[in-house]
């Protein structure tokens, strides 16, 4: 752990400290998914940090962890992160904030968009009452973890086992599935789901479509903001929905164990 | 244990299930017509054509089943198809009677008469539509009793007998004393007047046809303070009625007492997820199966919405009470649901735990074969709980650690996995479901192309799993095809006794429902 942060590129900003920083740390440093991530977590309250050494995460994975203390709303501070290269935002819930820490996450959240159109937030919320107004934020990105248990409980009680599947998913330990969201290729371009479903299957890829993700750009206002898309889901297409032309801007959701990469070096 | 019993029979969907409750009426009133023939002989030509247009219906309710039939080279020699023949092949040989030479012997009148009461088997059919009549009966038990409950009826049963005996016993001392002590006609010397009178005394005070003599006087004064009481005790009893009603609009209903529950969901403990977990439940379910929960403050939960909690039941005490555990009815509950609560603001996560902890061996100790799952805070309590078989702990937490990194690493991912968590209507979910019959001996590939195929329902298979039947998904490969990482091209060949992994809408219509584990509890009626 170290407190002078060299200049990082595509690493990931992770603001206020909780129960939760070593396993996310852990996660995203020693998944399989690619590259180990440098870390860069921004603590509002030193004390709380030094009191819960458990909430440390443990060092590994050749990449680095580093802490600034200071608020995440101070912009010196998140250019000392450099947020301006980083590849994501995680913002936790401030513990100290109780139940309505989300507009401090929010707030947080906000200061890096400006900082940083580009970089993809992420944002834990307590109340998902407050879901929506979060995404008027431009927040890309939300967990709410009451939401998750309430649904895996409702998920447990129905179907019995089935949240060792979601738990499966969810690690990013080698030798584990995830859900991947490749982009379609050019050379996929109008086709149907129907039919890229069938070409992996028949060409044994080692990924199973799941669905697909429209996304619709909206065009940029004057100013610095990102293009905001539009995007509609479509997990297990219904009978007229897989034969829909999927085009540019069209990611396919798949089942794989590794990351698929470009799917043109598989399929069409 | 053989993995699956014998007696099974596809999914019905909600229209079905309105075809089968029609066809049960119609064999109930075919039944009637038995009777009626006997009793009212000239009607017989009205009768017959009544029996004929329900054969009519039986058989092509026959027909129908035939060729829907999985296997229909055996399916006229199963136990349901050997019922149905039965129940119209009666009606059937006396059509051929009327009208065949051939069957002259049949036309004898004995066995006419023979042949007539073997209609009886179609007692029979019953049997085939046993759940549907039975969850039908159960709602209605359940609804007598909770209005039963609502009105304070035994209360109100007491108070009225009470009155009753008052009005038997007063009218029959006043008849008595009249006839005893007065000479000539009077008010009450008419034994069944007498009862008319004392009805007007008791219960409007007037006494316009006074006794003749002192001792009735003094009875008829009696009976009319007795009736002022019951007046007010009725009012009372009505009054409390609806103030109690008031009291508890827009909140869950009270368990009645006296109340069986059968097949629920039992969610003990209270928090702030537990509007949504029912929300979820009855979404998954469609609100066909009771949801019972269990706190200290059961009886001030309040109702979000009337559609989603109507049948939702309220039972408030302790968890942990040996009263309140008889009362949960957990022998015949279908799932239990164990919430962390903490009864003081200073509680922390262990004492959470170990409260949660506590109802789950409360419960285990009573009924280990229900399946339960339970929300747990820490890491250290799944540990420990490690040891109870049969029962599913849930740390939340570490499924938004896990979600937020997957947010980072495939950013857009949230969605995908908010959609496969939720029940409704236009999101899937994970099913693990037994290979269907036309898979076995097939591959994985097979499957997924049959699948894709198959625009009647949106199924993908993306995983199997070998578990055992007591513990599923423990023993799956999602993804199998993966070369290295998923099975061999041996392993991806289904055997019986395998699962698919699938994602899907609702439970795949190809599963065959056990009729055995419907009965148990053990399998929740989704249709």
Redesign the interface.
């Given at each position: 752990m170290e407190n002078r942060v060299p200049p990082l590129k595509g690493h990931?900003v992770v603001v206020n400290c909780n129960?939760?920083v070593a396993?996310?740390v852990e996660?995203?440093q020693t998944?399989s998914?690619?590259e180990p991530?440098d870390v860069v977590l921004l603590v509002h309250d030193r004390e709380l940090w030094e009191a819960h050494p458990h909430w440390h995460p443990e060092g590994g994975g050749g990449a680095g962890f580093y802490t600034l203390y200071g608020s995440a709303h101070d912009m010196e501070l998140l250019k000392q992160a450099s947020i301006r290269h980083a590849?994501?935002a995680?913002i936790?819930a401030d513990p100290t904030q109780g139940v309505l820490t989300d507009a401090r996450s929010t707030l947080a959240a906000v200061a890096i968009e400006r900082e940083n159109p580009q970089v993809?937030t992420?944002e834990?919320l307590i109340l998902?009452i407050n879901r929506d107004h979060l995404a008027r934020m431009n927040v890309?990105?939300?967990?709410c973890?009451?939401?998750?248990?309430?649904?895996?409980?409702?998920?447990?009680?129905?179907?019995?086992?089935?949240?060792?599947?979601?738990?499966?998913?969810?690690?990013?330990r080698s030798?584990t599935?995830?859900?991947?969201?490749p982009e379609i290729p050019l050379s996929l371009h109008q086709k149907t789901y129907?039919e890229i479903?069938?070409e992996c299957?028949?060409k044994?890829t080692?990924?199973?479509?799941?669905?697909y993700?429209i996304n619709t750009p909206i065009p940029r206002t004057s100013g610095p903001r990102k293009g905001i898309a539009a995007?509609s889901?479509c997990?297990?297409?219904?009978?007229s929905a897989?034969d829909i032309p999927l085009t540019g801007h069209s990611?396919l959701?798949v089942?794989?164990?590794?990351p698929p990469g470009d799917l043109g070096r598989w399929l069409g | 244990m053989k993995r699956f019993s014998d007696s099974r029979q596809p999914r019905s969907s909600a229209l079905a299930t309105t075809l089968e409750l029609f066809i049960v009426a119609c064999i109930f009133l075919s039944l009637v017509l038995i009777p009626l023939e006997i009793l009212f002989p000239e009607k017989h030509l009205f009768f017959w054509r009544m029996e004929l247009v329900f054969t009519a219906i039986f058989v092509v309710e026959y027909v129908v089943r035939w060729g829907l039939a999985e296997k229909r080279l055996i399916y006229p020699f199963t136990r349901y198809a050997i019922i149905d023949l039965l129940a119209i092949a009666p009606t059937l040989l006396m059509v051929l009677a009327e009208h065949f030479t051939l069957f002259s012997v049949a036309r004898s009148v004995r066995l006419l008469r023979v042949v007539r009461f073997l209609r009886l088997l179609r007692f029979l059919k019953f049997l085939r539509y046993g759940y549907l009549l039975y969850r039908f009966a159960l709602h209605l038990r359940i609804r007598f009793s909770t209005l039963r409950d609502q009105i304070q009826a035994n209360q109100l049963e007491k108070i009225f007998l009470y009155a009753f005996l008052t009005w038997v016993i007063g009218a029959n001392s006043l008849y008595l004393t009249e006839t005893h002590f007065t000479v000539g006609e009077g008010a009450y010397t008419g034994y069944w007047e007498s009862y008319w009178h004392i009805i007007i005394v008791l219960f409007s005070g007037i006494e316009d046809k006074e006794p003749l003599s002192l001792p009735g006087r003094i009875e008829v004064t009696i009976l009319l303070i007795m009736g002022i009481c019951f007046a007010g005790v009725i009012t009372g009893e009505i009054v409390s009625i609806l103030v109690r009603k008031i009291q508890r609009l827009g909140k869950i209903t009270l368990k009645p007492r006296e109340s069986r529950l059968e097949h629920h969901i039992i969610i003990l403990g209270h928090n702030k997820h537990f509007k949504n977990i029912v929300r979820q439940v009855h979404a998954a379910m469609g609100g066909r199966h009771y949801i019972l929960v269990v706190s200290r403050n059961a009886d001030s939960l309040e109702k979000e919405d009337e559609d989603v909690y109507k049948r939702v039941m309220a039972l408030k005490g302790n968890p942990l009470d040996p009263a309140i555990l008889e009362r949960m009815d957990l022998d015949s509950a279908s799932r239990v649901i164990v919430l962390s609560s903490s009864m003081r603001m200073e509680d922390n996560p262990r004492d959470i735990d170990n409260r949660s902890l506590l109802k789950v061996i409360a419960v285990y100790g009573r009924n280990s074969t229900v399946p339960m799952v339970a929300e747990l805070q820490t890491e250290e309590a799944l540990a420990a709980a490690g040891v109870l078989d049969g029962v599913e702990f849930l740390v939340s937490r570490h499924f938004g650690e896990r979600l937020a990194s997957q947010a980072v690493l495939n950013p857009g991912v949230t969605t995908i996995y908010d959609s496969l968590m939720t029940f409704s209507d236009d999101s899937s979910e994970f099913y693990t479901v037994p290979v269907p019959s036309y898979l076995v001996g097939k591959t994985f590939r097979d499957a997924q192309l049959h699948f894709l195929d198959d625009d009647d329902e949106a199924i993908i298979p993306v995983g199997i799993d070998r578990s055992d039947e007591a513990c599923p998904n423990t023993r799956f490969t999602l993804c199998p095809q993966a070369g290295q990482a998923g099975l061999s091209s041996g392993e991806m060949v289904f055997k019986e006794g395998d699962c698919l992994v699938v994602i899907a809408y609702e439970q795949p219509r190809f599963v065959a429902v056990s009729r055995e584990a419907l009965w148990r509890g053990r399998e929740l009626c989704r249709n």
């Open positions: 990931v129960e939760k396993a996310i996660e995203l998944g998914n690619g991530l590849r994501a995680i936790l993809h992420v834990e998902s890309d990105e939300v967990v973890l009451g939401e998750i248990s309430e649904k895996l409980i409702a998920q447990s009680c129905i179907s019995p086992g089935v949240k060792n599947v979601f738990q499966e998913l969810l690690t990013t030798g599935t995830q859900i991947f969201l129907r479903a069938r299957i028949e044994g080692p990924f199973i479509p799941l669905g993700i995007k889901v997990i297990n297409p219904r009978r897989k990611q959701a089942m794989a164990y590794d | -």
